[in-house]
């Protein structure tokens, strides 16, 4: 088992030492007691993808030490099935971490993941490798699109999964907002989707930090019925409920992150503009005129944030943007856009005291919250190039 970061690295090893012999596909199965299954679902898988890319994918089975001993049954198939690798893991467990952990010993370019309980019906491998062909980075199979539902389900298990559905949208819409199956234990994805990114999944929801962390530009989708178990039983309890939420959040702070460091370089900002404002204008120290002293102190105040943001909110970034140069760009562009943004609260406190009437310090307040945004948002993709 590989210690570390939970990170898939960049170039497959077979890749990198043999271009020719270049695994396309790695299809985790992640077990846990499915003694009852293992057998025909490798049999189904393999007959399957002998069909689509005869020689060019693997099966992984990642399995916790099941007391059952499926791993043992796992690995006394694999002389039949010469494109199957089994991994027994004794000092870790868990859903997630048995998916990545599987994607880092794998050797494709396109990276998947399907139950071994065979409540994931195998034929859906078709259309989702097909949408990777296309250019897709992530393909799901999906319950919520044409083709798609639930066979038996109960009017609570519906319930409860919708509402973790909405849940989701709440806390994390950008990333929800774009799977109409975010709970899908079932999908692929390109290598380099993800490749050197940081994954740390809490529980059972992997395709979630994989949207979320991943290079995602395309998402496709398939549709697909979710089957009743005919062997061994759901590992789920009330406890993968509490961690999904805790996966919610913690993705949450990390995705904002970069935004709460520019509010709070902001406030630096405030503290200096006040700060020259007073030495520039007030009588008892230079005594220069109002206006002067401000756009001196809002100038110094821009370059403040400037080398804030550079180290700090953008700094990996920056670092890979090296150069006095390129810097000088940067802070041109910073400029700017932090001056279209004054001409823009202006306008916006006008518009919320004149046209909307409201009280003159909220309407600024709300001013500078839209600002805020307009100018992490700018300077994200045109100062720091994201
Ligand atoms: N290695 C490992 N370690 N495998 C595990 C563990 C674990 O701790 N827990 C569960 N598994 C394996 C199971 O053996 C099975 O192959 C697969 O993961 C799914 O587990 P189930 O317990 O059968 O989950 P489920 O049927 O309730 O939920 C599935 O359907 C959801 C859709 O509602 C999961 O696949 C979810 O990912 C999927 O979203
Ligand atoms: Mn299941």
Redesign the pocket.
């Known amino acids: 088992v590989p210690t570390g970061l939970l990170q898939i690295s960049e170039s497959s090893t077979r890749e990198r030492g043999d271009q020719e012999n270049a695994l396309k596909f790695s299809l985790v ?6 003694a009852g ?1 293992i057998a025909e679902i490798v049999k189904i898988l393999s007959q399957l993808l002998d069909g689509y890319l005869p020689g060019q994918y693997e099966l992984i089975v ?3 030490n ?1 007391p059952d001993q ?1 791993w043992k049954l796992a690995l006394e198939l694999t002389p039949d099935y010469p494109q199957l690798r089994v991994m027994r ?1 004794v000092d870790e ?3 997630s ?3 990545i952990r599987g994607w880092q010993v794998a050797q494709g370019e396109i990276l998947g ?5 065979l ?2 019906p195998p034929e859906v491998l078709g259309q989702l490798l097909q949408e990777m062909e296309k250019g897709a980075d992530l393909a799901l199979a999906s ?1 919520h699109v044409e083709g798609g539902g ?1 066979s038996e389900w109960s009017i609570i298990r519906r319930f409860l ?1 919708r509402g973790a559905q909405m849940l989701g949208l709440l806390i994390l819409p950008e990333v929800i907002s774009r799977l109409s ?1 975010p ?4 999908f692929m994805v390109r290598r380099s989707a993800i490749a050197g990114k940081s994954l740390s999944p809490v529980g ?4 979630i930090e994989v949207a979320a962390r991943g290079r995602i530009r395309w998402i496709a989708e398939a549709g697909y019925v ?1 089957r009743e ?1 005919q062997a ?5 309890t009330w406890k ?1 409920y509490i961690e999904y939420i805790q996966h919610l959040l913690r993705l949450r702070l990390s995705i904002s992150a970069r935004f709460i460091q520019f509010c709070l370089v902001g406030l630096s900002g405030v503290v200096v503009d006040m700060g020259f404002l007073y030495l520039l204008s007030d009588p008892s120290t230079l005594g220069l005129p109002l206006t002067r002293s401000k756009i001196i102190a809002a100038e110094l105040a821009i370059i403040n944030n400037f080398i804030w943001n550079d180290f700090w909110t953008f700094g990996d970034i920056a670092r890979r943007q090296p150069g006095k140069r390129q810097r000088l760009k940067r802070l041109i562009k910073f400029n700017i856009i932090c001056l279209v943004g004054l001409i823009l609260n202006v306008l916006l406190l006008n518009v919320f005291f004149n046209v909307f009437n409201l009280n003159r310090y909220i309407a600024n307040l709300l001013a500078i919250g839209l600002v805020t945004f307009f100018n992490f948002w700018f300077n994200l993709k045109l100062s720091w190039r994201v």
């Open positions: 199965l992640p077990t846990y007691n499915e299954n990642v399995d916790d099941s499926t893991r467990k868990g859903l971490t048995a998916v993941v399907i139950d071994a309980d409540q994931h319950r639930v999964s199956d709970m899908s234990g079932y059972y929801k992997i395709l979710f178990r061994g039983e759901s590992k789920v993968q």
